[in-house]
């Protein structure tokens, strides 16, 4: 599990980037999520860092952000899943997931209206949140859109004062989260899951 919050502990070094990609050491920017908790203070909030890429830029590039699934094609959505191969849903389970989220950010091709990066976190509004459904179509892959809705999806989480921010991480993908700010097992910590698989209907 990843954790990232206000621990008062720098990055590394070497996880830094340049200037003008920087994000988002915000100073205070790993997390140890029970003591954190315990010192945190919901009327706490975060600066904003610089973005990778601007709103502006990306509406030059043909993309609009949104911030709310009022116009998210819920089938489309579940396409761009299952095109990075997540398993397909149920889309009447992803509405009520939808619903019980406490922050998105996605990402739409203004010319075909369909999204094509998406981000969404759950939690308790005022501590904790995880961050869950990360996803980039594989058309768009690798031009900054995943970086761009992780970013502003965490500058808002942070917004509200919600400084531990947790993630379930593929292996493959670890590299892509780090320079975002995310730590595994911070100061020892492990996450730990109960998880069972549905059984299948026969
Ligand atoms: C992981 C994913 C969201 C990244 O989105 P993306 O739009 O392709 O990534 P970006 O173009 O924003 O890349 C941002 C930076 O991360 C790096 N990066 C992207 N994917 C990476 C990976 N798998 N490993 C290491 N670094 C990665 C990029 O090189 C880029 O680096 P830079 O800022 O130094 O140029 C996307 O590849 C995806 O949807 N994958 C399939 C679904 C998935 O695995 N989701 C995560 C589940 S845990």
Redesign the pocket.
Known sequence: MLLRGTAFTRLPTSLH?PAT?AYRHHPHSLSISASASASSSSSATFPAAAL?ISDAELESRGFALHRDAASLDLDQLNAVFVA???PRRDPGKIRVALEHTDALVWVQQRRTEKPV?FARATGDGVFNAIIWD???DPS?????????VMERLVDDLLARGINNIA????P?????YR?LGFVADPDGIRGMVYSRKPKRKK
């Open positions: 980037l990609t990778s990075v191969g997540f990066a990360v996803v980039v768009f892959q690798g031009i900054g859109l995943g970086k761009a993630l379930y991480s593929e493959r993908v670890l590299g892509f320079p």
